[in-house]
């Protein structure tokens, strides 16, 4: 098993290697100059801002393995989404973005689906006061959240399992100095009906006639861009007399060629919005969703640029999954542990929009007494991956 692990880290090492050394990445550099594909093929350059078309593609070719059994090696298209943004004059923009490989089924609650991250405008009232509206990304505060969904290999379980993060509602951003914004967001606190989200529910638990999310968020900017935070509370009301309690406190440290992150989210869930405990209790036949879950995860990412094109990073990951009030369901304590550890390389032959890597992600779950006597085992995972991330500018 680990001739196959090794066989494919060097596959995989030398393909980068071998793109390289033939002079067949810099072949690229007129697709990744800044025109766009409509600039190149008309040769019109484009002189305003009002449209802006771009497609991001993350594809791989993955080697699986479970307890360290080879399950499958294939190629994947993990994220594909089209996007159009622009600017109608100085005070009202928009933004539309639509994942390609997800579902195009609107949803009961907000008439969308969930292919579509965004679908709003902006209007900005005055030089530091701006409201967004519509379909757009919820307002918590994270790194590891906050980033392009098509620059994450693998995100925490926090993120993952979240069913809240891009809904339909209104934001007000107040950029209260220079370095300094405080935003306040009223969303939707989901885009389904309850059953749809999360099957049979306990039988005192009946659906908030104002299913809605508020969000208070500040981000912060420091010592000329060096240390940056982004930090945020929401109480997202779900059924009568049950809301969730999400914080999310997130650091940056950059220094030029070196920076990193860390996060840390502590959910408290009145009803468990993630499903992680849940799907312990279903182990045993019951209700599809308990109540009082708690998630905290611990989240970094340090990364080194040792050549303008070359970076490496790590990252890893530390998270809790437990159940912090008796209800009638399950006994309080923690009940699931999971550990990530990445790492890889990364290639920017030109410019930042186009990037090959080869990465490792390693995932580890460790399960309490309390959770392996309703059935649950302890399992490990890891992905080798080579791939391509690249934002595609249309027009």
């Known amino acids: 098993m680990k001739r196959k692990k090794l066989l494919l880290i060097t596959l995989l090492a030398l393909s980068l290697q071998s793109l390289s050394a033939q002079g067949l990445l810099s072949h690229l550099n007129d697709t990744t100059n800044g025109r766009s594909l409509f600039e190149r093929v008309s040769n019109i350059e484009k002189k305003n801002n009002t449209f802006n078309l771009k497609l991001h593609m993350q594809a791989t070719f993955n080697g699986a393995f479970t307890d360290g059994t080879f399950e499958q090696a294939a190629f994947k298209m993990n994220q594909l989404r089209l996007e159009a943004r622009g600017d109608i004059n100085d005070w009202l923009s928009y933004r539309w973005r639509q994942r390609l490989n997800s579902s195009n089924t609107p949803h009961a609650l907000d ?160 009803l468990d919005n993630r ?58 304590g923690k009940y699931r542990t999971a550990y990530g550890y990445f790492g890889g390389i990364e290639y920017y032959p030109t410019t930042e929009n186009l990037h090959f890597f080869a990465s490792y992600i390693g995932r580890s779950y460790r399960f309490t007494d309390k959770a392996k006597t309703l059935g649950a085992e302890n399992y490990s995972t890891s992905t080798l991956s080579i791939g391509l991330i690249y934002h595609i500018p249309l027009f």
């Open 111 to 270: 008439n969308l689906p969930s292919s579509i991250d965004y679908a709003m405008i902006s209007v900005r009232l005055t030089d530091q006061f701006v409201t967004s509206i519509g379909k757009q990304a919820a307002a918590y505060g994270g790194f590891e959240y906050d980033l392009d969904p098509i620059e994450i290999y693998q995100y925490s379980d926090m993120i993952d399992y979240m069913l809240f993060d891009f809904m339909t509602g209104i934001t007000f951003s107040y950029q209260v100095t220079p370095t300094q914004e405080i935003a306040l967001q009223v969303v939707n606190s989901r885009t389904a009906s309850m059953d749809d989200i999360y099957g049979q529910l306990p039988e005192d638990v009946d659906e908030s006639h104002a299913p809605l999310a508020y969000t208070a968020n500040w981000n912060g900017n420091f010592f000329n861009d060096k240390f940056r935070t982004r930090w945020s509370y929401s109480l997202l009301s779900l059924a009568k007399g049950y809301n969730n309690h999400f914080y999310a406190i997130g650091n940056e440290l950059d220094l030029g060629k070196f920076n990193m992150y860390l996060d840390f989210y502590l959910s408290d869930e009145e």
């Open 275 to 332: 499903g992680i405990i849940s799907s312990l209790y279903r182990l045993q036949g019951d209700a599809d969703c308990i109540k009082n879950a708690r998630y905290e995860s611990w989240v970094t990412k340090l990364n080194y640029r040792f050549q303008p094109k070359w970076n490496i990073f790590v990252k890893g990951m530390y998270e809790n999954a437990s159940v912090y009030k008796y209800a009638d369901q399950l006994e309080k």
